[in-house]
């Protein structure tokens, strides 16, 4: 399906913050995906013109080439802090949603404050997960299916029976997707609820669960381990 | 002797890291970042914490001035600046710190000029105190890298 050369998740990491950005890197990096990192918007914009063909004839700032016709290393997911001077993330979000040749990148936000508005504005506005800040490795692994899913989609575009698999697999992952990916094992467990009752109800909890989680590592002494086991501890409510 | 001072000093660095925790001072994410440090980024704590200590100081620098006069204090400029703060030491795991912060915010948000430089006392001194820590870590860190390159012939791991 894809060279060798392609066979590793190209992210693209958003963050005015040098620490975040460097956290992220590593984050990343750590996952085996390559990693470019921008400070701000306007320059991710930048980097995802230039990522597409490079004679473009439009005189928008946005290319309108489709992604298959591009040359070079493809993006397969943009990660961006919410809060940033001059363009959020929430526009940069909208912008590449309304891209023609950007909007089938996978888009997930980071913020470091749990304001459930602004979850929901951005998982409708089309961000694939919406991820609290400070962000984990736990947190990163479950990047890998929304770019799985777009790589499948670019390389197999002429079989209509995989792309009806690939339809009954988003439609699943739209409903996990759609849902704050710190309560993504809960709510797994969980049985099928309205979405936006869940995304009210896990925006509760995760406020109160934040503050027990982080009560119970710290009084039961530290290891590595507790980061793994965390997800599994968790109170109920 | 050389031989078991690795263990001393690994006793040592859990030791002090155990009461940071006690304290409050540092939460799980700082243990995210020492998972994060490995033979490919061998340095990539004290390369963050680094980073998180010149951006800090020039914060505090910058939250002074702006509190000097008590008339003109820019709080929306404050209020940036905290969420830097707090934004980057959430991210280390500095927790008291980023509290203080948060207290800090709040004092601004009411226009608190008073509130707010006891704040920023409070947020210097809590600073202060989480280098001191940190400096002690890495220190540690170095002597027992040092430490674990000695070898003795008689010695068993």
């Known amino acids: 399906m894809s060279s060798a050369a392609e066979s590793q998740f190209h992210v693209l990491a958003v963050d005015d913050s040098l620490i975040d950005r460097k956290l992220i890197e590593r984050l990343l990096k750590i996952s085996s995906y390559q990693v470019t990192t921008v400070d701000s918007g306007s320059k991710a914009l930048e980097f995802l013109g230039s990522r597409v063909n490079d ?33 959020t993330g929430y526009d940069l979000l909208k912008k590449i949603k309304e891209s023609s040749s950007l909007r089938d990148i996978p888009v997930v936000i980071m913020s470091s404050e749990n304001v459930p508005s602004r979850i929901t504005r951005c998982l409708e506005e089309g961000a694939e997960e919406f991820i609290l800040k400070p962000v984990r490795l ?30 009954e697999e988003s439609v699943t992952h739209c409903e996990i997707r759609s849902q704050p990916p710190r309560q993504h094992e809960l709510e797994i467990e969980q049985s099928q609820q309205d979405q936006s009752q869940q995304i009210q109800q896990h925006q509760q909890q995760k406020s109160g669960n ?9 009084e039961e002494g530290l290891s590595p381990d507790r980061t793994r086991s965390r997800y599994n501890g968790v109170a109920t409510f | 002797m050389l031989g078991w001072g690795v263990d001393f000093l690994r006793a040592e660095m859990n030791r002090l890291l155990a009461l940071l925790f ?52 820019d709080y929306k400029k404050m209020e940036i600046h905290l969420n830097q703060m707090m934004g980057s030491s959430s991210s280390i795991g500095a927790k008291r710190v980023r509290n203080v912060c948060v207290a800090f915010r709040a004092a601004s948000e009411q226009s608190n000029h008073a509130g707010c430089l006891r704040a920023l006392e409070l947020l210097e001194h809590e600073y202060c105190y989480l280098k001191n820590k940190l400096h002690e870590l890495f220190q540690i860190e170095q002597q027992r890298a040092l430490a674990s390159g000695v070898r003795y012939p008689a010695q068993h791991d």
Request: hydrophobic share 30%; proline share 4%; net charge negative.
């Open chain 1, 210 to 218: 934040n503050n027990k989680r982080k009560a119970l590592d710290v």
């Open chain 2, 22 to 73: 006690h304290q409050g001072v540092l939460d799980e994410q700082f243990l995210q970042l020492q998972q994060l440090q490995d033979e490919s980024s061998p340095n990539f704590v004290s390369e963050v914490i680094t980073i998180y200590f010149s951006e800090s100081e020039k914060l505090l620098r910058n939250l002074r001035m702006l509190l000097m006069d008590r008339e003109l204090s």
């Open chain 1, 55 to 87: 004679d473009r004839s439009s005189s928008d700032s946005l290319p309108s080439v489709s992604p298959s016709d591009h040359q070079g290393v493809e993006v397969n997911l943009i990660i961006t802090d919410y809060c940033m001077p001059g363009m």
């Open chain 1, 138 to 167: 736990a947190d990163v692994n479950k990047l890998r299916p929304h770019m799985m899913r777009t790589k499948k989609l670019k390389g197999q575009e002429q079989e209509q029976e995989q792309e009806q698999e690939l339809q």
